[in-house]
């Protein structure tokens, strides 16, 4: 058996995924980006309609750091005044498709109570319950 230090935990890929996609609302932010009508890119305000239970200070913070570690892309169209951003999904990030719908067939069979309230609505809607 090995021994577990902080080194190799920090090596571990499980633990490399859950520092990117662990913090709040990380997951539903690419959830909402994986929507096909997403591909083109969303503005800060249509992530903000979708997901308006996050304060702006925080979906900002959460869009930089999904950016710093690659799962996004913020593109700026500069010939506009003000210039646009949109944000959509690089490569990396949507190899994460699958890997939220095998946690959403996780949290079904699971997730007990709070589940059934999302039950029915499919996985491009289960953020809808704010739970």
Not at 90 to 102: C, V
Request: with cysteine; hydrophobic share 40%; proline share 5%.
């Amino acid at each position: 058996m090995t021994l577990r230090t902080r080194e190799n935990v920090e090596m571990c890929p499980v633990f490399a995924a859950s520092r990117i996609l662990g913090k709040r609302w990380s997951i539903l932010i690419i959830q909402v980006l994986l929507k096909p009508e997403a591909t083109i890119g969303l503005r800060f305000h249509e992530l903000q309609n979708e997901l308006s239970w996050i304060s702006p200070k925080v979906l900002t913070q959460r869009l930089r750091e999904l950016q710093e570690s690659g799962i996004l892309s913020r593109d700026v169209d500069v010939s506009t005044m003000p210039p646009k951003a949109w944000y959509t999904l690089t490569e990396k990030g949507r190899d994460l498709g699958p890997t939220l719908e095998a946690m959403q067939a996780w949290g079904m069979k699971h997730g007990g109570r709070v589940v059934a309230v999302c039950m029915g609505k499919g996985f491009e809607h289960c953020h809808e319950c704010q739970h």
